[in-house]
């Protein structure tokens, strides 16, 4: 069961994540897929990352250049746009902000928890 959680938190997620792994420069998928697995977030397959792809390419988020490889099959290369950075500053402190607030709902329901911390003294550091 908490495998279909995590699978269903990514999901939510996956557009940002893709978008974040292109900060840095121009990768192709099968790159993008190895640092998302690297990163512990588990192995996105190609029929879920390459619709994302697709999608945030449709939308301007993404720039892609297919290239021709010297051996075997050529790879799409993707870049972040402008917009696509812009989306990522907003969206990506949406999430930071959705997330402190969910985990400060979910200690407030923990066992041992309180709003003062664990032991009621304060925040722990």
């Known amino acids: 069961m908490a495998t279909d959680r995590r699978a269903s938190w990514l999901k939510g997620v996956l557009d940002l994540l893709v978008l974040s792994c292109l900060t840095e420069g121009e990768s192709y998928g099968y790159e993008i897929a190895r640092r998302l697995e690297e990163a512990g977030l588990g192995t996105i397959r190609g029929g879920t990352l390459y619709p994302v792809l697709n999608r945030l390419e449709e939308a301007g988020l993404l720039d892609a250049e297919f290239r021709a490889a010297e051996r075997g099959p050529g790879r799409r290369y993707y870049r972040l746009t402008d917009t696509g ?7 990506g402190a949406a999430w930071a902000d959705f997330h402190r ?4 709902h979910l200690a407030k329901g923990l066992p041992g928890e309180s709003a003062e911390g664990p032991t009621g003294r304060g925040p722990t550091a």
């Open 85 to 91: 950075a812009g989306v990522l500053r907003e969206q």
């Open 101 to 104: 607030l969910v985990g400060e």
